[in-house]
């Protein structure tokens, strides 16, 4: 019975630690003066994140967004079914000036609680 417990228990942490969310911001580090450039904030994982805001700061140009979508995978091996989603929230800005600029990082509330985050990035004009 006490192996029943343990066993259960472990595959319930295991199921829990699958449906993990993750946030990665993902944009190019060096971009020219007069050049619009894209910034992507991707999150995996299943539950769709809900009050996502983010605001590029002051030495950047909202030119478009944020565009959404949505992509899943769904893969079976050997007869087991493997799902995977991404949210994906995409926008274009254009720099102000010239120099090295840091890009804030964004956060996100998700379904279901819970917050996921990801880091600020330097962008070099």
């Given at each position: 019975?006490?192996?029943?417990?343990?066993?259960?228990?472990?595959?319930?942490?295991?199921?829990?630690?699958?449906?993990?969310?993750?946030?990665?911001?993902?944009?190019?580090?060096?971009?020219?003066?007069?050049?619009?450039?894209?910034?992507?904030?991707?999150?995996?994982?299943?539950?769709?994140?809900?009050?996502?805001?983010?605001?590029?700061?002051?030495?950047?140009?909202?030119?478009?967004?944020?565009?959404?979508?949505?992509?899943?995978?769904?893969?079976?091996?050997?007869?087991?079914?493997?799902?995977?989603?991404?949210?994906?929230?995409?926008?274009?800005?254009?720099?102000?000036?010239?120099?090295?600029?840091t890009?804030?990082?964004?956060?996100?509330?998700?379904?279901?609680?819970?917050?996921?985050?990801c880091?600020?990035?330097?962008?070099?004009?």
């Open positions: 019975m006490k192996n029943r417990i343990i066993l259960t228990l472990t595959l319930l942490l295991a199921a829990l630690g699958l449906d993990a969310q993750s946030l990665t911001m993902e944009t190019q580090t060096l971009v020219s003066s007069d050049e619009q450039f894209t910034v992507a904030f991707v999150f995996n994982g299943e539950n769709k994140p809900s009050g996502f805001q983010w605001s590029p700061g002051d030495d950047f140009q909202l030119v478009w967004g944020p565009q959404q979508s949505t992509s899943t995978s769904i893969s079976f091996i050997k007869g087991k079914k493997s799902q995977s989603v991404q949210y994906t929230y995409t926008y274009i800005l254009l720099p102000k000036a010239v120099g090295t600029f890009l804030p990082g964004a956060s996100a509330t998700l379904k279901g609680g819970g917050t996921v985050s880091d600020p990035k330097k962008i070099e004009v």
